[in-house]
């Protein structure tokens, strides 16, 4: 995959053709990928960037002309060219003020690493929201990194042992938190991320040059204002994401937020093509082509059917080596991905990060009536436990996890929210730090896994996780930020006819009245269980892992080699198991979170579950 990696001090693969070169092979998936190194013999520093080699990207790295200093980029810096954009980040290496305020002001999505010759030190950094991957291992008297865990354990002083606290969160929470990795060595930047590195006195600070805080909303501002600005706003932030000439396409659904981007773009200047992935039938894939056809945009309709099951190995394990196994994935996505490319798509928008608009609907952050009446930090903590960690091991006897009770498992989880929380302590009024939380954690630990799906390919865009966007919705009453008023109000203003057009979601048009909502939603819960056209699910995971993939299952967690890890308690792989192929339980994500781990693994350590 497209990305960074380095290292500091002596090389420990130097007999077997060299760290760099190994580390470059593990990121370098397909061979129409570029790759650039800096290597400062004298100061044993070697930095690397592997990119998509696209027509958007430039080759090469910056680096100083008399060879001592580099700078590597991996991402996007928007209004700017990838060349332009590092060479920036190396001409103000040397005055921190000036860099810190420089990176403050970016809108983008990247990671970066510059070699400070000079100064004899090491940076790493990322944008606000930390949606770059970068992971990092500090040995005595050397620094390790890279935009994937592979690229780190090719060094083999990289101690593999596991990270407890990292196991914890991910079973507790479906994803992992702060910066803890499986690994005990390894950890991942922060978002807005400073980590200085010098190699002489093998010393590291890492702290960061922005944070996301809030004093609270506006006062005294008639909403409408407040939703006309954010329009404002919202349309600059997909402007921003838009290159003349580019091809450019938009990962469409049923719902609201790819829909409002759609809205946003102009089709004359920006011809767009859309897609939607679903199974047959689904009121995704109906709801999109509509949306197409009032946009004129060339339509492409993925359909999930029985050779996306029968390849769902093949699919798991490439998601898994993407990733490194840290993200609880459906898979669903991963035969879709090609597609982009055999369409010559080089741009690709997509909608995460629209659930801080409509936060009623934000999967397990979904915010009840409970949640906007919170007043105090106990009650927050008290709502957030209970909505955070139910759905992962609810029902499962016992921990999964070897060596750990679930009341252990639960004390640590618990021990990562209070950690989290604790850096939203200035953030106004209580019950933002809900967004707060979405934002620090669920989007850059979840959301940016996945975009590393996409990124493999293509440049991915996110115009809802904008500089400008986020703060100005931190500048408005929770209230506000509800069910589809905003996007209804910016669908009013952009494109009027996608108003009509049914929301998944609801199985209604935009605007209807809870009532309405609710009655549609019950109908369509009834005509989708009998299997009428038009009202069907996207995805039947839960189904999936019951009937058709159970052999896989059972292959892989219920193997000696998963036994012999001494990682997953086999026990409770075998009563989880029974439970959801019984019918007595629906343990889908329990069972995908140990299925990951598993082969993530057996990858990473031992290397017998695929390639690297």
């Given at each position: 995959?497209?990305g960074l990696?380095g290292?500091?001090g002596?090389?420990?693969?130097s007999r077997?053709g060299?760290?760099l ?5 593990r ?7 570029r790759?650039d ?14 990119s998509?080699g696209?027509r958007?990207?430039?080759?090469g ?5 008399d060879?001592r200093g580099a700078?590597?980029l991996?991402?996007e810096?928007?209004g700017?060219?990838d ?7 190396l001409?103000?290496?040397g005055d921190?003020r000036?860099l810190?305020?420089?990176l403050?002001?970016l809108?983008g999505?990247?990671?970066a690493?510059?070699?400070d010759a000079?100064r004899r ?8 929201f ?13 620094l390790?990194?890279g935009?994937?865990?592979k ?5 083999p ?12 969160d ?6 992992l ?6 690994l005990?060595a390894?950890?991942t ?5 400073w980590?200085?590195y010098?190699p ?6 890492l702290?960061r040059y922005w ?9 005294g501002e008639?909403?409408?204002r407040?939703l006309e600005?954010?329009?404002d706003?919202?349309?600059?932030a997909v402007d921003?994401?838009?290159?003349e ?8 659904s049923?719902g609201l ?6 809205a946003a773009i102009?089709?004359e ?8 992935l679903?199974i ?7 709801a999109?082509?509509r949306?197409a ?14 050779e996306f ?6 699919h ?5 080596s993407?990733t ?6 459906q ?5 879709t991905l090609p597609?982009?490319?055999e369409?010559?798509?080089?741009v690709?928008?997509r ?8 936060m ?5 952050f979904?915010?009840?009536e ?5 007043r105090?930090?106990r ?10 960690r ?9 921990s ?6 679930r009341a ?6 618990d021990?990562?929210l209070r950690a989290?929380l604790?850096?939203?302590?200035d953030?106004?009024?209580?019950v ?22 996409y990124g ?11 500089n ?17 008023r905003?996007q209804?109000?910016?669908l ?5 006819a996608?108003?009509?057009?049914v929301?998944?979601n609801?199985g209604?048009?935009i ?5 309405q ?6 109908r ?8 009428v ?17 159970r ?5 892989v967690l219920?193997d000696?080699?998963?036994?012999d ?7 409770t ?11 007595r339980?629906n ?9 990951i781990?598993?082969?993530g693994?057996?990858?990473l350590i031992?290397a ?5």
């Open positions: 995959m497209p990696c290292f500091t002596p090389d420990p693969l077997n060299g760290l070169d190994e580390m470059v092979r990121l370098r998936r397909y061979d129409w990928y790759s190194r800096h290597v400062d013999p004298v100061a044993r520093v070697e930095l690397a960037r592997v998509l696209d958007l990207d430039a080759p790295l910056a680096a100083a002309p060879g700078a590597v991996d991402g810096v928007y700017t060219s060349a332009d954009a590092q060479r920036t980040l001409a103000l290496s921190d000036a810190e305020a420089h403050r002001g809108h999505m990247f990671s690493a510059i070699w000079p030190r090491l940076l790493l950094c990322n944008d606000r930390g949606m770059k991957p970068l992971y990092f291992a500090h040995l005595p008297g050397r390790v990194f935009s994937e865990i690229a780190i354990l090719a060094d002083g990289v101690p593999r042992g596991l990270d407890m606290q990292g196991l914890a991910f079973f507790g929470y479906g994803q938190l702060r910066e803890n990795t499986f005990e390894v950890h930047l922060p978002a807005a991320g980590l200085e010098h002489d006195t093998d010393r590291l600070d702290r944070r996301l805080a809030s004093t609270g909303p506006r006062q008639p909403a409408e407040q600005r954010l329009g706003l919202f349309k600059a921003r994401r838009l290159d000439g580019v091809s450019l396409g938009v990962s469409l049923g937020d790819a829909r409002t981007i759609l102009d089709e200047r920006h011809p767009t093509a859309t897609l939607c679903g047959e039938g689904s009121i995704d894939q109906s999109a082509r949306m056809a009032v946009t004129g945009s060339r339509h492409h309709d993925i359909t999930l059917g029985t099951l029968s390849r769902f190995e093949e798991l394990l490439h998601e898994v993407l490194d196994g840290h993200y609880l994935s898979v669903i996505t991963v035969p597609v982009y490319r369409l010559g798509i080089d690709l928008l909608g995460h990060a629209g659930e801080l608009l409509h009623s609907k934000a999967y397990n979904s915010m009840d409970e949640a906007l009446s919170i105090d930090e009650a927050l903590e008290a709502w957030l436990a209970r909505r955070l139910g759905w992962m091991l609810d029902g499962v006897e016992g999964p996890l070897v060596g750990m009770t252990e498992l639960d004390e640590r989880a021990a990562s989290c604790d850096e939203a302590t953030v106004e009024p209580v933002h730090r809900i967004w707060h939380l979405f934002i620090t954690q669920r989007l850059r630990r979840e959301t940016a896994m996945a975009m590393l799906e493999q390919y293509l440049r991915v865009r996110l115009p809802y996780l904008d400008d966007v986020v703060e100005a919705l931190f500048e408005m009453p929770p209230s506000l930020k509800q069910a589809e905003i209804a109000a910016m009013a203003r952009f494109r009027p996608f108003l009509d057009i929301n998944a609801t209604t048009r605007g209807a009245s809870q009532l909502r609710a009655l549609s939603t019950l369509t819960r009834v005509l989708a269980k009998l299997g056209p038009g009202y069907q699910p996207y995805e039947r995971l839960g189904l999936w892992l019951k009937r058709d993939l052999p896989l299952i059972e292959r219920l000696e080699r998963c036994a890890r001494g990682m997953l308690d086999p026990h792989v075998r009563s989880t198991l029974s439970a959801h192929f019984d019918g339980a343990h889908t994500y329990a069972i995908m979170a140990m299925l781990l598993e082969v693994q057996g990858m031992d017998d579950r695929g390639e690297i």
